[in-house]
């Protein structure tokens, strides 16, 4: 089973880009299916972004759509969410999560393993 660790959150005005990074530990990264949530302050736990690990497939949250692009670098086990023309309402923790067997790319139950989640603030 792998473990994950996020870097690259922090502050940024709105308009601006950032890149999320999600190290990925054990020699079975290739066979997850990798994916991005986020948490806002009194909000659940969202949907942001997924990568399906055997046909590369993506898949995005409407309000991020046209906005963010998740990718992967299997040889480093490293998997990246690069956040453009960020807004306000961006800001949240956001978490990396991994997967097997997944088939609702949407559902944070699908994916058994979780990083500690870095934070992303967006101001106005």
């Known amino acids: 089973q792998v473990q994950l660790v996020e870097s690259g959150g922090g502050l940024v005005q709105a308009g601006g880009s950032l890149r999320l990074s999600c190290a990925a530990s054990?020699?079975?990264?290739?066979?997850?299916?990798m994916g991005w949530f986020r948490q806002a302050p009194g909000k659940e736990r969202e949907f942001v972004a997924a990568l399906r690990w055997f046909d590369g497939n993506t898949y995005y949250a409407d309000s991020v759509k046209g906005r963010f692009t998740i990718s992967r670098d299997n040889a480093k086990n490293t998997a990246f969410l690069q956040m453009n023309s960020l807004k306000p309402e961006d800001t949240a923790v956001y978490y990396c999560?991994?997967?097997?067997?997944?088939?609702?790319?949407?559902?944070?139950?699908?994916?058994?393993?979780w990083g500690q989640g870095t934070s992303v603030t967006v101001s106005s």
């Open positions: 054990g020699r079975t990264f290739i066979t997850y299916t």
């Open positions: 999560a991994a997967g097997r067997g997944v088939s609702r790319i949407n559902f944070r139950s699908e994916y058994s393993t």
